[in-house]
């Protein structure tokens, strides 16, 4: 089983967008995929769309807490980094138990999806780069393009090749408009992200006005399934 780890520069840059694309995309190439996003917080069932809804769909799962068991192992109420949401409910991360649940699938691929950015804390002593190294065969970065991206983005990076974590690919995405005071247009950016990096850069705009399942076939247009091999 191949182990896909997709994380990100930091919250709410479209990993759960690019990892529902993948997985629509590899279902229509009839490959055996099972996504997963083994930690969520602010977590309200009631409230759709959400993360685990939303890759219940790219699955064609339907959206109950059946589902939700095959998707998610951690899963918290407050919208807080998992080690305070753990600490607070009383249900500390321990990643043994991701590594655990994890074996219960069996299919050709295995998408994970991390909670939030790369270095977020899961409880007193591990960030997500100690579960990336623990899970992944290949990891793949996401990031954006507005002010401040290419600092993250590198910086991230950077933390990464400190645990000794290549990513295998960045994905970046254009989610603002050209009105936004932030907006920096993503050639530009990924223009001067290539020098610093030497890690393949695929590109992914209007993520903002398109479905998942158009992703994917920009995605398949971009050759990502070579990056996935």
């Given at each position: 089983?191949k182990k896909?780890?997709?994380?990100?520069?930091?919250?709410?840059?479209?990993?759960?967008?690019?990892t529902?694309?993948?997985t629509?995309?590899?279902?229509?190439?009839?490959?055996?995929?099972?996504?997963?996003?083994?930690?969520?917080?602010g977590f309200?069932?009631?409230?759709t769309?959400?993360?685990i809804s939303?890759?219940?769909?790219?699955?064609?799962?339907?959206?109950?807490k059946?589902?939700?068991?095959?998707?998610?192992?951690?899963?918290?109420?407050?919208?807080?980094?998992p080690?305070?949401?753990g600490?607070?409910e009383?249900?500390?991360?321990?990643?043994?138990?991701?590594?655990?649940?994890?074996?219960?699938?069996?299919n050709?691929?295995l998408?994970?999806?991390?909670?939030?950015?790369a270095?977020?804390?899961?409880?007193?002593?591990?960030?997500?780069?100690?579960?990336?190294?623990?899970?992944a065969?290949?990891?793949i970065?996401?990031t954006g393009?507005?002010?401040?991206?290419?600092?993250?983005?590198i910086s991230t990076?950077?933390?990464?090749e400190?645990?000794k974590?290549?990513?295998?690919?960045?994905?970046?995405?254009?989610k603002?408009?050209?009105?936004?005071e932030?907006?920096?247009d993503?050639?530009?950016?990924?223009?001067s992200l290539?020098?610093?990096t030497?890690?393949?850069i695929?590109?992914?705009?209007?993520?903002?006005?398109?479905?998942?399942?158009t992703?994917?076939k920009?995605?398949?247009?971009?050759g990502i399934?070579?990056?996935l091999?």
């Open positions: 089983m896909i780890f997709i994380t990100s520069i930091g919250t709410e840059i479209g990993k759960t967008f690019i529902c694309a993948l629509n995309l590899l279902k229509t190439k009839n490959r055996s995929v099972h996504t997963i996003k083994p930690v969520i917080s309200d069932f009631s409230k769309p959400n993360d939303e890759i219940c769909e790219s699955l064609n799962l339907e959206y109950g059946k589902n939700i068991s095959e998707v998610a192992r951690y899963i918290y109420k407050n919208p807080l980094s080690d305070m949401a600490r607070l009383k249900n500390k991360i321990k990643i043994p138990e991701i590594q655990k649940f994890i074996k219960k699938f069996d050709e691929y998408l994970i999806e991390g909670i939030g950015g270095l977020v804390p899961l409880n007193k002593k591990e960030i997500t780069t100690h579960l990336i190294k623990k899970t065969d290949k990891t970065l996401v393009s507005f002010l401040g991206s290419l600092s993250y983005t990076l950077k933390a990464l400190l645990e974590i290549k990513p295998d690919l960045i994905i970046a995405t254009q603002l408009n050209k009105d936004s932030n907006y920096i993503i050639n530009n950016t990924i223009k290539e020098n610093f030497r890690i393949p695929l590109k992914l705009e209007n993520v903002k006005n398109n479905s998942f399942k992703a994917s920009m995605l398949d247009k971009a399934l070579k990056y091999k």
